[in-house]
């Protein structure tokens, strides 16, 4: 998540998210959370700056990346790299990148994700506002 707007909200879906995580077997679970011990940060090379993934999990020896968007306006410059960063990170270690949403805000990041030309996947969180 780029920017922590709703910082409650967001820590209820970390939460949530790491417990679904781990009881599916992942292991390494990290999230960009105090609770949790932080992901590290994923670079195009040593000179860039780098993002911290929200949370990030191994099953089976790929790497899974899970970005939390709460629906917020979000720039689309700035996600589509962001997002497509983390999708290669993903990618290059046999993974794949999800993004995770209440699920009333999943079609318009959907939405932006198509328009931009990406192709997440997508976890959609019900009973969450």
Known sequence: MSKRGDQTLYN???HSVVGHL???GFSKVKANCPE???PGKVKWDENDEGVV???VGEREGSVYVFEIETGKVLEPEAVKNR???LSVHAR???GKFYLVTPENTADSLQELADKLDLRPEFLR???IA
Do not use: C, E, K
């Open 22 to 24: 781990r009881q599916s």
């Open 92 to 94: 290059r270690f046999n």
């Open 36 to 38: 949790y011990t932080a």
């Open 125 to 127: 969180l019900s009973g």
């Open 83 to 85: 997002w497509h960063l």
């Open 12 to 14: 209820q879906i970390v």
């Open 53 to 55: 993934p929200d949370i």
